[in-house]
């Protein structure tokens, strides 16, 4: 079953009493795990087993209400002989159950016997996360949306708690900009959205930054550079790896700055490819210093293999080398 049509169900009050909810995207599921309970009526009750399911339901008294219960990855109702599909439909009666798998094994018995009742929360397109996020905090431009879904991984539960970051920072210090109330706000809400990114209130998880680190060191851009450095480390980027990289990119950016003829492929070895990222790199340092920098790589290599430099220096090392 897809999400379009759980809602269908939820707008008709067709609810199946027996769903599982599967998929990375676990604010959508909240909301429409509230939405049945406010469609049905019903308190929604967490519980670690469905033998506490069982047991509540058995227990009930005369005046005691119908609940809409809720389980996380329940080893028991997954593994169990005796716990079968219409065993738990025939004891829910008027009561509902939510099963919420963090992963599901479409080659276990359980997911095979319950492929209908499945629905699986996608992570939502960048399309409809621009209409959340304009929704929740508008004139927000484009551009600033865009780094928000990148940085928060197309996450919205994660996009929302930035969100609810940058309302109450803005209501705070809106007092404190009122010349750009003249705009409806539009500057300062942007303005507000680069400050919290850039101190790190909005969080911003490390990435494979090794392309952008050799990017950075061919350019000269220092600053850059140190900081992809970091970014590379968190990820647990291998020093030989980066080594490796730089010492390929550095030595095409020499082919191709001190080439002179007409035929660079043929006479360097190197791919259309390799020499359309080389080109943005020329003359950024002169032919000397690319053979300083690619004698240092070999040096801080050999220091690594025999044991003359720490791995964890070796990368600094040859940044304050070379830059």
């Given at each position: ?96 159950l939510i099963h919420i798998l963090t992963t599901t094994d479409k080659r276990k018995k359980y997911y095979k016997e319950n492929q209908d009742r499945i629905v699986d929360f996608e992570p939502l397109s ?49 007092a404190q900009r009122a010349e750009h109330e003249r705009d409806g706000g539009m500057y300062w809400r942007n303005e507000c959205f680069q400050h919290l990114l850039e101190d790190g209130t909005i969080y ?96 801080v290599e050999s220091g690594i293999k025999t044991g003359q430099i720490e791995d964890e220096i070796a990368m600094p090392y040859l940044l304050v080398s070379v830059l």
């Open positions: 079953m897809d999400v379009s049509t759980l809602k269908a169900k939820i707008k008709s009050k067709q609810i199946p009493h027996y769903l599982i909810f599967t998929g990375p995207e676990w604010k959508v599921q909240q909301i429409y795990i509230q939405q049945i309970a406010k469609v049905l009526g019903l308190e929604v009750v967490y519980l670690d087993s469905y033998s506490e399911v069982y047991s509540k339901i058995r227990s009930r008294t005369l005046t005691s209400s119908s609940k809409l219960f809720l389980l996380r990855d329940d080893i028991e109702i997954q593994s169990s002989d005796k716990i079968t599909t219409q065993r738990i439909t025939d004891s829910l009666r008027d009561n509902f960048d399309n409809a996360l621009h209409k959340y996020i304009d929704k929740e905090f508008f004139l927000l431009s484009k551009e600033n949306r865009q780094k928000l879904i990148d940085v928060c991984e197309h996450d919205y539960g994660r996009i929302l708690l930035e969100i609810d970051k940058l309302k109450r920072y803005t209501d705070v210090t809106w911003q998880p490390p990435y494979d930054a090794i392309f952008d680190l050799v990017d950075a060191i061919l350019d000269r851009r220092v600053n850059k550079a140190f900081d992809l450095l970091q970014q590379s480390y968190a990820v647990g980027e291998a020093t030989m790896v980066m080594l490796s990289v730089l010492y390929n990119n550095a030595k095409a950016v020499l082919q191709v700055q001190s080439y002179k003829g007409d035929n660079l492929s043929k006479a360097t070895g190197l791919t259309g490819w390799q020499i359309k990222n080389a080109k943005p790199h020329v003359r950024k340092y002169s032919d000397k210093e690319l053979i300083h920098m690619m004698q240092m790589i070999q040096k």
